[in-house]
């Protein structure tokens, strides 16, 4: 069955930190390019980085851009999206997606086939 899973959200204070994980089954996530979604209450799904499948270049939305890095443990099939000095606009849930028809980083959404269920991130004091 393929599925992606994520975990690691949670409540946590401003400046503080998390790592979301996205642990596939079911597929090899090394072949597939991966990107991270978030979408808070009222507010579009926005994107917020993403790790190609070929040479592993990366991208992230200016919004979290030396905060936040994505990263692979291909061993554990998994992708990593390690959140630093967290503020309060990064609540939200965070969905990870994964697609093999494109080998570079995309960020359009429709492009991506499979998808996780989200996992809450809140920061709050």
């Not at 190609?52 to 994505?70: N, P």
């Not at 291909?74 to 697609?99: F, R, S, W």
Request: glycine content about 10%.
């Amino acid at each position: 069955q393929v599925q992606l899973v994520e975990s690691g959200g949670g409540l946590v204070q401003p400046g503080g930190s998390l790592r979301l994980s996205c642990e596939a089954s079911g597929f090899t996530l090394d072949d597939y390019t991966v990107g991270w979604f978030r979408q808070a209450p009222g507010k579009e799904r926005e994107a917020v980085s993403c790790i190609s499948s070929s040479d592993g270049s990366t991208y992230y939305a200016d919004s979290v851009k030396g905060r936040f890095a994505i990263s692979r443990h291909n061993a554990k099939n998994t992708v990593y999206l390690q959140m630093n000095n967290l503020k309060p606009e990064d609540t939200a849930i965070y969905y990870c997606a994964a697609t093999a028809r494109f080998k570079a980083v995309t960020m359009r959404a429709p492009l991506y086939d499979y998808w996780g269920q989200g996992t809450q991130v809140t920061v709050s004091s």
